[in-house]
């Protein structure tokens, strides 16, 4: 199999085939058609059970996103047509419940099961946002590092128990026009029956780091020596805060069994 996109008139492909993240937007804000169509479309992603676990929340005041900018050390957090936040949400399923059916439900509600059917239902319905802002014609890009500060970041947005922030999305105007960025070789994330050998994984990373290094040493902005393997060996050497992220979850009442 190979590793390209090919040329097709459907455009819904198309849009996916030419996906990428935009970090540079024009001082054009989005309109409330296009804010509305953008969540719309993300509602209409699958959802496990139909619990529609997830809440998304536009920041629009400057002063938050600009706090939040200076947290995450990430400029386009600020400089955007629209800031989605998307939010882990188990909070919706028990309002409707009476005090006991609450105690009753927490068992459930703090098990790793739920926690982890939000977090799906929350990433399928950022990747419909996200594709529906492109087939609008605007760009995106998907942050975790909103989450850099975390336990502020839940401050900010006043979210109770039950509800996670997981990453934003930037939307805008394109102001730069990036390469689009090479993937791993299909037979790298697709086997049929079991899981690829150690060895044959070994040669599809090396021929894909290659082009890896030429794509990073050749693109038209950000030029530098790297690969996809070591620039992720190296990232996940890094020392990250003992506990903090599972401390702050079981806070929530979340991933706690």
Same mark, same amino acid.
């Given at each position: 199999m190979n590793n390209t996109s090919s040329s097709t008139t459907n455009e819904v492909l198309a849009t996916i085939m030419s996906h990428r993240s935009i970090r540079k937007f024009k001082n054009e804000e989005l309109t409330p058609f296009q804010i509305e169509t953008i969540v719309r479309a993300a509602q209409m992603a699958s959802s496990s059970r139909f619990m529609q676990a997830y809440s998304i929340i536009g920041l629009t005041d400057p002063a938050l996103k600009r706090e939040l900018s200076e947290i995450a050390k990430t400029p386009y957090i600020e400089q955007n047509g629209h800031l989605f936040i998307f939010c882990a949400d188990l909070k919706r399923l028990t309002?409707? =419940? !009476?005090?006991?059916?609450?105690? &009753?439900m927490r068992m459930m509600l703090e098990s790793s099961y739920l926690?982890? @059917?939000? *977090? @799906? &239902?929350?990433?399928?319905?950022?990747q419909n946002a996200a594709l529906a802002a492109e087939s609008l014609g605007l760009g995106a890009v998907m942050m975790q590092s909103v989450n850099k500060d975390i336990r502020r970041l839940d401050q900010m947005l006043a979210l109770p128990e039950y509800v996670v922030p997981l990453f934003g999305i930037a939307v805008g105007v394109p102001d730069q026009q990036p390469e689009v960025k090479p993937r791993l070789p299909l037979e790298a994330v697709y086997s049929e029956n079991r899981y690829p050998s150690e060895s044959d994984m070994r040669e599809q990373i090396e021929a894909y780091d290659d082009g890896m290094r030429h794509y990073y040493q050749t693109r038209s902005e950000n030029n530098r020596d790297a690969c996809w393997s070591r620039s992720h060996i190296d990232l996940l050497k890094m020392q990250?805060? *003992? =506990?903090?992220? !599972?401390?702050y979850l079981h806070d929530k009442g979340v991933n706690r069994s």
């Open positions: 309002v409707m =419940g !009476t005090e006991q059916e609450k105690q &009753d926690y982890q @059917i939000a *977090v @799906i &239902d929350t990433a399928l319905a950022a990250l805060p *003992v =506990g903090s992220m !599972t401390e």
